[in-house]
């Protein structure tokens, strides 16, 4: 099974910076079969990225998603208001995990 | 438009039973796969289970297999989860999600219902 480590756990940034969110697999994701998820308080997940890097239907084009590998990260061009939430990377496929989330926080 | 609606959430003791439900409309429900995640309170994201179109594959999560078993009835619609011998960890908001495409368990879900609560207490 596939351990997904998010980091950091907690990121506080102002609105227009910019957000750079980290996962590390345990082992090599094959097929890249990772997504991005948003969730906001009382909310459920919302996909943002998938295929490490495609937008889901609906998505801004400040996020971003890149990575192969082990490695792999969310970019937030420039904050908006609406972007402070928790993100979550998921493998999916021949297993499926999710790692432990970031919190965006405001600063 | 894509709904699912779970429901069958509740307070039941440790040891007790309880069977959740995921009303889908909007779509072909018997073309996709179906999951379960849960959410433990103020914790991230487990998945829980899931089933193929028709039923001939199951998969879980180490944790609940023996104790829980998905299903699912095509002609209503419907997915089940049916929750047995239940221990305080499994308190969570339960999620039914579809994924992006149909036939095949290789794509993320995009599609979450709202989530039920399971409550495990004395």
């Known amino acids: 099974e596939i351990v997904l480590t998010q980091s950091p756990g907690t990121l506080s940034l102002s609105p227009g910076e910019r957000a750079t969110l980290s996962c590390r697999a345990s082992?090599?994701?094959?097929?890249?079969?990772l997504a991005w998820y948003q969730q906001k308080p009382g909310q459920a997940p919302r996909l943002l990225m998938y295929a490490v890097s495609i937008r889901a239907t609906g998505i801004p084009e400040r996020f971003s998603g890149s990575g192969s590998g082990t490695d792999f990260t969310l970019t937030i061009s420039r904050l908006e208001p609406e972007d402070f939430a928790v993100y979550y990377c998921q493998h999916y496929g021949s297993s499926w995990t999710f790692g432990q989330g970031t919190k965006v926080e405001i600063k | 438009q894509v709904q699912l609606v779970e429901s069958g959430g509740g307070l039941v003791k440790p040891g007790g039973s309880l069977r959740l439900s995921c009303a889908a409309s909007?779509?072909?429900?018997?073309?996709?796969?179906m999951t379960w995640v849960r959410q433990a309170p103020g914790k991230g994201l487990e998945w829980v289970s899931h089933i193929s179109s028709r039923s001939s594959f199951t998969n879980y999560t180490d944790s609940v297999k023996g104790r829980f078993t998905v299903s699912r009835d095509n002609a209503k619609n419907s997915l089940y989860l049916q929750m047995n011998n239940l221990t305080p960890e499994d308190t969570a908001v339960y999620y039914c999600?579809?994924?992006?495409?149909?036939?095949?368990?290789?794509?993320?879900?995009?599609?979450w219902g709202q989530g039920t609560l399971v409550t495990v207490s004395s």
């Open positions: 999600a579809r994924p992006l495409a149909a036939y095949s368990n290789n794509w993320p879900l995009d599609f």
């Open positions: 082992q090599s994701v094959s097929g890249r079969y």
């Open positions: 909007g779509f072909s429900f018997s073309d996709y796969y």
